[in-house]
């Protein structure tokens, strides 16, 4: 769990909801279900227009990393890789058919079949970056799901603020209504962009985040199977991956 996601979200709701009642407001003031309608129901209702189905789907699902990352330990991937250099040196490629069955990991999974199939390390290589990279993309695909629901929350806040005031000008002639009116009009406009700055577009980035991270940790996959298929020596391998650390 990303403790510093969840903190973020508190500190959101202390800093809108708390700012209110410091200003007066209260949190009444906060209250508008047809501001929320126009704001959130209208940057759901963009957000489907601007993506297709299953880009939309993936979004919703990979949202989970911004509060729950993807875990990583690349220290003991790299142990892993040193420890897979071993056994092929010392029994060959065929040894570590018995490890490609209980990889959990698809990714690297697949890297060690085709270690274990003796395939050249340039089609290794080919083959593992364009599935990396082909992830990264619809992964990045969805993060900007997150991106383009915090383009259009502004703008929809803004709509629910002139249809506010549109109603308040029907009342002119009453001024006791103006007063709650407008503040009411104004709320559409808090919605939107409180949700754009403080939700939307922060869970964009960190999504993004999460998926460098994996990104970063799959290219050092790579470059381990790689130097496996060269037979390069353990201590080596494991000084180049100790680059790919923080």
């Not at 959130?40 to 990979?62: E, N, Q, S």
């Not at 080919?126 to 992830?135: C, Y």
């Not at 808090?190 to 700055?197: D, L, R, T």
Request: hydrophobic share 50%; net charge neutral.
């Amino acid at each position: 769990m990303d403790k510093l996601s969840l903190l973020g979200v508190v500190l959101a709701l202390v800093a809108i909801v708390g700012g209110s009642v410091l200003k007066g407001s209260g949190i009444a003031g906060l209250m508008n279900p047809a501001a929320f309608v126009i704001v959130m129901v209208g940057t759901l209702a963009a957000i489907m227009l601007h993506t297709p189905m299953k880009t939309f789907k993936h979004g919703m699902k990979i949202m989970r990393w911004a509060f729950r990352p993807p875990q990583h330990d690349p220290q003991a991937l790299i142990e892993r890789i040193v420890e897979w250099s071993g056994i092929a040196r010392k029994q060959g490629l065929l040894a570590l058919e018995g490890t490609v069955e209980s990889e959990a990991d698809p990714f690297l999974k697949k890297g060690l079949q085709m270690l274990v199939d003796g395939a050249e390390p340039d089609a290794i290589r080919n083959i593992l970056e364009v599935e990396m990279g082909t992830h990264e993309h619809f992964d990045q695909q969805g993060a900007k799901v997150f991106e383009g629901m915090g383009i259009y929350a502004p703008t929809l806040g803004i709509i629910g603020a002139v249809l506010g005031l549109m109603a308040v000008m029907k009342n002119l002639a009453d001024p006791s209504k103006l007063g709650s009116g407008i503040a009411a009009a104004f709320t559409a406009t808090i919605y939107g962009i409180g949700a754009a700055n403080l939700f939307f577009l922060p869970i964009a980035a960190k999504l993004k985040a999460a998926i460098a991270e994996q990104t970063r940790v799959r290219e050092m996959a790579i470059e381990g199977l790689i130097s496996i298929s060269q037979g390069e020596n353990p201590r080596n391998i494991e000084s180049k991956l100790q680059g790919y650390l923080h």
